[in-house]
């Protein structure tokens, strides 16, 4: 198994953990929100599901498997990191066409909020260009 096929699975693996914080008693607050900075609903965690599964199939296809999925999926989650930061909405969720732009916020919870998909869409982004060559 590949360096890549091992950071798959690590992607799955982080992904489910994703997928399961709404349902783990004293993480949400009153509000709903997850670690009290983040909404997460069942479009959400429909999507780290699926994205883990993704990471699961490519992690046991092949090490190109893997490449392509590090690539695709960094670019998609970095990219909604980004959105998010700027408008207060993904893309990744619809969240940019159903609701209607916060504006830029350098704010901390706006920061926290969007760092998952910053730092998973980068790192995995930077994986599958950088490690994948060869």
């Not at 914080?21 to 999507?47: C, K, Q, R, W």
């Not at 609701?99 to 901390?108: A, F, I, K, P």
């Amino acid at each position: 198994m590949t360096i890549l096929q091992k950071i798959c699975i690590g992607y799955f693996v982080a992904l489910m953990i994703a997928a399961s914080l709404n349902y783990i008693p004293g993480l949400t607050d009153e509000n709903g929100l997850v670690f009290g900075i983040f909404a997460l609903d069942i479009f959400d965690d429909s999507l780290h599901v699926v994205s883990a599964l993704w990471a699961l199939a490519s992690a046991f296809i092949s090490s190109r498997a893997a490449r392509t999925f590090l690539i695709l999926f960094g670019a998609a989650y970095l990219g909604d990191g980004v959105f998010g930061f700027f408008t207060g909405w993904g893309y990744l969720d619809l969240g940019i066409f159903t609701n209607e732009s916060l504006g830029m916020d350098v704010s901390l919870p706006r920061v926290l909020a969007n760092l998952p998909h910053l730092a998973l869409g980068g790192f995995a982004l930077w994986a599958g260009l950088r490690l994948g060559r060869g």
